[in-house]
Structure formats: C-alpha cells, structure tokens
C-alpha cells in the first residue's frame, strides 16, 4: 500500500475554496472556529454545524446559514426558576437548568446525571410530564446498563479509539494514536474518518 506522505495531503484550510473539497478532510473543532472567526462566520455549536456553515459560505458566499434558523418557543416557561411537580408539562421552551437538575434528584436520587439519550428524550416529547420523564430516564439507564455507551457523531477520535481496540485487543493507546495521525492526514469523501482494518497498514 502506498506510504501516506506519497498519498494527497490536506491542504491548509485558507486554501480550501468550496464546501465539497472542506468536507473530505478532518479539521479539529478549534481549526473550524478559527476559520470562522477570520470568515466572519457564527461560531457556536458543534464541531460539524461549524463546518456546514463554512462549506455553505465557501459555495455561495451567504453568511447567513440555512441551518441556524431557530423558531423562538411559544411557552413563557421559565425553567430556571419555575416550581416543578411531576405534573409539570414540557414545554417548547424547556432547558437543562439546575432547576430541572434538582428535580431530578429529588426524584430519581443524587446519581441523577443528564445524558445525551435523556436530553434527547426531554426535547423531542413537548406536551409530557415530568413524571413520564422520570420514567423515560430509568429505562435509558436499565438499556444503557446493558449496552456501551453512545458517542457522539462529532467525537471521532473516540469512536475511532473504540473500534481500533475492539478490533486489535493486542494493540494500546500509542498504536491507536499513532495510526489516527495518519488517517486524518488521508482525505475522506464523508469528511468522518472511521476505522476500517487496512488503517493497520497506513506508514
């Protein structure tokens, strides 16, 4: 197989000049915010939300993305500081406050912690209670229990981490590391680098 550095290498993210060339390469959340930054670009969110927003500049020069538009909540909810019972319904306009946190607790015990499936769960059910959302979260935990736990889409590295050494129980940290610089510095039409058995042989 050929040797990394006679394959194409990724250019230097200044130079990249349309959204379809910016999404083959992996760039690190804080590359992405700085070109942001120096494009004049909306900085906040996650690490591909960034990326959309460059790759949507870059093909059509519009600063405003599509994909910030947000509808503001109807419910006047303040869930800072609102009394909560279990009868309490989820509104539209629903956080993860300490407010909420203590809640939780109350109910559920001290080793109450939000996690991406209960957060997940307590956006996407507007018009339910609170008690359904204790419910909700014990059964998240029971699966979770019994399953690994769910990474990220944006964290790469771990998921890559993950499958390197389920795959290669014999190999450590150091050869997932090592193998991991040379696969990010490969293009990828996705632009998500994942861990496939011939990265074993990348040199």
């Given at each position: 197989m050929p040797r990394a550095k006679e394959l194409e290498r990724r250019?230097?993210?200044?130079?990249?000049?349309?959204?379809?060339?910016?999404?083959r390469w992996y760039w690190s959340k804080e590359e992405l915010v700085?070109?942001?930054?120096?494009?004049?670009l909306k900085r906040t969110g996650g690490k591909?939300?960034?990326?959309?927003?460059?790759?949507?500049?870059?093909?059509?020069?519009?600063?405003?993305?599509p994909g910030d538009v947000t509808v503001k909540p109807r419910s006047k909810c303040d869930w800072h500081s609102a009394p909560l019972t279990r009868e309490t319904v989820i509104t539209?306009?629903?956080?993860?406050?300490?407010?909420?946190?203590?809640?939780?607790?109350?109910?559920?015990?001290?080793?109450?912690k939000f996690n991406i499936a209960?957060?997940?769960?307590?956006r996407t059910n507007t018009g339910r209670t609170l008690a359904d959302a204790?419910?909700?979260?014990?059964?998240?935990?029971?699966?979770?229990?019994?399953?690994p736990a769910a990474i990220p889409d944006h964290n790469q590295f771990n998921q890559y981490t993950r499958d390197f050494l389920d795959d290669n129980p014999d190999l450590s940290m150091d050869d997932v590391r090592r193998v991991w610089a040379l696969k990010i510095a490969?293009?990828?039409?996705?632009?998500?680098?994942?861990?496939?058995?011939s990265d074993l042989k990348l040199k």
């Open positions: 250019p230097d993210i200044g130079q990249v000049s349309d959204g379809a060339e910016l999404r700085a070109h942001a930054r120096t494009l004049g591909f939300l960034i990326l959309d927003r460059i790759a949507h500049f870059l093909d059509t020069g519009e600063r405003e993305f539209d306009s629903y956080k993860n406050t300490q407010n909420v946190r203590r809640f939780f607790k109350s109910e559920l015990g001290d080793s109450f209960f957060m997940e769960w307590m204790c419910v909700a979260y014990r059964e998240i935990r029971a699966v979770e229990k019994d399953t490969l293009p990828s039409e996705t632009g998500r680098h994942r861990y496939v058995r």
